[in-house]
């Protein structure tokens, strides 16, 4: 089976779901159109000149990064600066380029929970929750038939509440369309709905087509109120098949957010130790898991660690977090001086391993996990992970 950037977006948005990314943040397509072909996927951590190139040489149709191409709003497109030339030669070679970034740190078992997981850390939970969702419907979605995979968010995906008016007597026929889809999978059950019944007021104007009523007249009608849940994703191909189904010109439906009690997606990570462990230890234990040649250590040495929290990337927006949440310890990157001091001051410890090494660990894993998916679907892409990034850093 082919397919397209739009179905590897996809994929990518049942691994992250885009709901996730920061606001600041510019996660998505960076480059090229969603209806390409592609046979071949590249991943790797950032769209740099020699990553571009080398998937250029090795003809990827689609390259999928952690770093956005673009973070910032460009003024201008010049082939000579390095944003300019990399934009040249994808569109000339149409090689398109998507990035999940904060969306794949935020995501359970993302960036976070990788690198938790490969230092030692058990029960792992985020650091710092979810901000309250905003209510956003993608547009334009194909309703997704029973068995078909989900476009996006797996089983942590935002919930809504699906409520339709249908006149009496029609209910049947909108429970049937609407179990044709997604809607109404709570847990191990599916076709989960509630019905009552009601009056439902309108006046048709001089244009309506009314299914019953009179034209400028109040009318009072019976009708029975059903509803469902249904999962983000999916939610606006379910409203366009209702609509298709119901027999009212303009079908009265209402749109409900639903708020999870514990969410596994957030930012950073906190978990605990197999065992308790000193900080020079710990640092060490970190060194060997992770395969570096060093690490950045700031604390008492002797210092007991029990209980570690995390953030992939540059962590020091979350140092308010660690001091709140009971760690005894912060692994990121990027952190800096006054990080280092406010953390001695509070009897804690930082380790820093680099911003380089706290994210490329997921490159591998993604590839991994977009070939599996691939392969469940019988569609013929090779992915591959690029092999030539490394730290920019050097000790010398």
């Known amino acids: 089976m082919a397919a397209t950037v739009a179905d590897i977006i996809n994929i990518m948005e049942s691994i992250a779901p885009s709901r996730l990314a920061e606001e600041w943040d510019n996660a998505g397509l960076q480059v090229g159109q969603k209806d390409w072909p592609v046979k071949k996927v590249r991943v790797a951590l950032d769209p740099s000149p020699e990553v571009v190139d080398d998937a250029c040489k090795h003809n990827a149709d689609l390259l999928v990064t952690h770093h956005p191409l673009i973070f910032k709003p460009l003024k201008s497109v010049n082939f000579s600066t390095p944003t300019g030339s990399i934009l040249h030669q994808a569109i000339l070679h149409r090689l398109a380029i998507f990035s999940a970034h904060t969306n794949l740190d935020n995501a359970f078992g993302g960036v976070n929970d990788v690198l938790?997981?490969?230092?030692?850390?058990?029960?792992?939970?985020?650091?710092k929750k979810p901000d309250s969702p905003?209510?956003?419907?993608?547009?334009g979605l194909p309703p997704l038939k029973k068995g078909e995979t989900p476009q996006g968010g797996g089983e942590d995906a935002a919930s809504y509440k699906l409520v339709v008016y249908v006149p009496v007597g029609y209910e049947d026929s909108i429970l049937n369309a609407l179990f044709e889809t997604t809607a109404g999978n709570i847990g191990e059950y599916s076709c989960c709905s509630f019905r009552n019944q009601g009056k439902g007021t309108f006046r048709p104007g001089k244009s309506a087509k009314p299914f019953t009523g009179k034209i400028g007249e109040i009318t009072h009608a019976d009708e029975i109120r059903i509803e469902a849940v249904v999962s983000e994703p999916d939610l606006?191909?379910?409203v366009e098949h209702l609509?298709?189904?119901?027999?009212y010109q303009t079908m009265a439906y209402d749109v409900y957010p639903l708020l999870s009690s514990e969410s596994r997606h957030g930012t950073g990570r906190i978990?605990?130790?197999?065992?308790s462990l000193t900080l020079a230890a710990f640092a060490g234990k970190i060194k060997e898991n992770l395969k570096l040649g060093y690490v950045k250590v700031a604390g008492d040495p002797d210092l007991q660690v029990k209980k570690a929290a995390l953030c992939s990337g540059s962590g020091s927006s979350l140092m308010n977090a660690f001091f709140s949440s009971g760690?005894?310890?912060?692994?990121?990157?990027?952190?800096?001086?006054?990080?280092?001091?406010?953390?001695e001051a509070a009897g804690r410890g930082?380790?820093?391993?680099g911003h380089f090494a706290s994210e490329h660990l997921m490159v591998?894993?993604?590839?991994?996990?977009?070939?599996?998916?691939l392969s469940e679907t019988g569609t013929d892409v090779k992915v591959e992970a690029c092999g030539l990034e490394k730290d920019p850093f050097v000790i010398v």
């Open 350 to 353: 930082l380790i820093d391993i």
């Open 243 to 247: 609509r298709k189904q119901h027999p």
């Open 116 to 127: 938790g997981s490969k230092i030692g850390i058990h029960h792992l939970k985020p650091l």
């Open 327 to 343: 760690a005894q310890v912060y692994i990121s990157g990027d952190l800096r001086y006054h990080d280092a001091k406010d953390a």
């Open 364 to 373: 591998e894993v993604l590839t991994e996990r977009i070939s599996k998916i």
């Open 271 to 275: 978990g605990d130790l197999p065992e």
């Open 134 to 139: 905003v209510f956003k419907i993608p547009i």
């Open 236 to 238: 606006p191909g379910i």
